[in-house]
């Protein structure tokens, strides 16, 4: 895990689930943009799993278990697209709370990898 | 999922909490499982069963019409006891979780603190929707 990818994605993610949650209170239902920010999670996860696979490959270890760190970052990609697939299915202004608490769920899990790797 | 009038609402965000749980619970207990089940199985197997019930409950509540209701039912107040129990057993009888000289954690244990005590909460929200959805 790198640090600035990490501080950048984290404050993106709960920025992003404060949005949608005024989304949500403005009784906007699911749109392109709405489903663009979730996108944009999901991306700086990938952008996650890439760089980290990177330092693994170059020789850099987990202060705490290495495989548990990259468990939570598959677990933390199912999230965006699970929260996506719902709001495609339904569109009603909860499916824009179930996005925005995706959100926020991806921004805690970032936390809990960041205490794995960094200690 | 089914779109029926019960489960539109508000109701969809207890399925998202639930689902997030869920997905906490099971990725936690498969890594526990996978990686060091050994050195603490009691814990590790609440923490598996804490997942599977996790799960049933997600999906009952989600279709909730019909014997779905019931399972949800019976779900909840499961999981509603199993925080209670081992978040009070947790603090009157730590001694029980402790292996090797270190205390190991399970999803329900200090009663959900380690998840913002979502654990606690949601059964209980848990049951007030499912007791107003039924009047409607």
């Known amino acids: 895990m790198i640090e600035i990818f990490f501080q950048i994605q984290a404050w993106l993610a709960v920025a992003i689930g404060l949005v949608l949650i005024g989304f949500g209170l403005a009784k906007r239902k699911p749109s392109l943009i709405s489903l663009g920010f979730i996108a944009a999670v999901e991306l700086g996860l990938l952008v996650q799993l890439i760089s980290s696979i990177i330092v693994v490959v170059g020789g850099a270890r987990a202060k705490g278990d290495t495989i548990e760190f990259f468990a939570y970052i598959l677990v933390a990609l199912i999230v965006p697209l699970g929260a996506a697939f719902w709001a495609l299915i339904e569109r009603t202004r909860w499916s824009v709370y179930v996005l925005a608490v995706g959100s926020l769920t991806v921004a805690i899990m970032l936390a809990r990898m960041h205490q794995i790797w960094f200690g | ?136």
């Open chain 2, 1 to 136: 999922m089914a779109t029926t009038k019960r489960s539109l609402g508000i109701g969809r965000l207890l399925i998202a909490a639930y689902a997030v749980l869920a997905l906490a619970a099971t990725g936690r207990a498969g890594y526990e499982l996978a990686a060091k089940f050994n050195e603490a199985p009691l814990p590790y197997s609440l923490s598996i069963f804490s997942a599977l019930v996790y799960i049933v409950a997600t999906i009952a509540l989600a279709r909730s019409t019909g014997a779905w209701r019931r399972v949800a039912y019976v779900a909840v107040i499961i999981e509603l006891t199993g925080v209670l129990l081992i978040g009070a057993a947790s603090v009157i009888w730590p001694e029980a979780f402790t292996y090797n000289g270190k205390l190991v954690k399970t999803v329900w244990s200090f009663f959900g603190i380690a998840y913002g005590f979502v654990p606690v909460a949601l059964p209980v929200l848990g049951l007030i929707w499912l007791g107003k959805s039924k009047k409607n």
